[in-house]
């Protein structure tokens, strides 16, 4: 029996912490990293996963019969989706924004102020992002440094 089933065996549900865990699992070694997991009524699964380079439809192909290996349909059903976050998702996690340095990205803060620029910097507890407004026709560059605590949202900025 594998030590994930059994981990579910003790649990006897299936919630977040396990499904995590198997993902963590399924991981190890790799660039890829999860994003978020959610376990709704009826036990339905919502992973997003991303990777520090690339992530494939295959990826999350492959993940998600990792995940259906680890449980046991027969004690309890569930309904799982494994995607990566949409352009249009805000940030989750640190790595995201490793990996998206040097993008422009709009962050709101727990107090509701919006700024715009470049991520410059990103390490485990904020980031830190390079604004530019134009005074009469000069720009003038700066520099905001953010705790994650105190950011309700950021988001890539999408231009076409």
């Known amino acids: 029996m594998s030590p994930l ?22 991981f190890e070694g790799t660039d890829k990293f999860l994003v978020e997991v959610k376990v709704r009524t009826g036990n339905r699964i919502l992973v997003s996963v991303d990777s520090d ?62 700024r715009e620029g470049t991520l410059i910097t990103a390490d485990e507890t904020g980031m830190e992002l390079l604004e530019v407004t134009k005074v009469k026709k000069v720009p003038t560059e700066t520099k905001h440094r953010f705790l994650y605590a105190d950011i309700k949202e950021t988001k890539e900025i999408i231009k076409f």
């Open 5 to 26: 089933l059994l981990i579910f065996e003790q649990l006897k549900m299936i919630n977040e912490k396990l499904i995590s865990k198997i993902i963590q699992l399924a």
């Open 53 to 114: 380079t690339f992530l494939t439809i295959d990826d999350c192909g492959s993940l998600s019969k990792f995940i259906e290996f680890h449980l046991d349909r027969e004690t309890e059903d569930f309904e799982l989706s494994v995607s990566s976050p949409g352009i249009d998702q805000p940030y989750r996690n640190f790595r995201q924004y490793i990996k998206n340095t040097g993008r422009q990205v709009a962050v709101i803060t727990s107090d509701g102020i919006r």
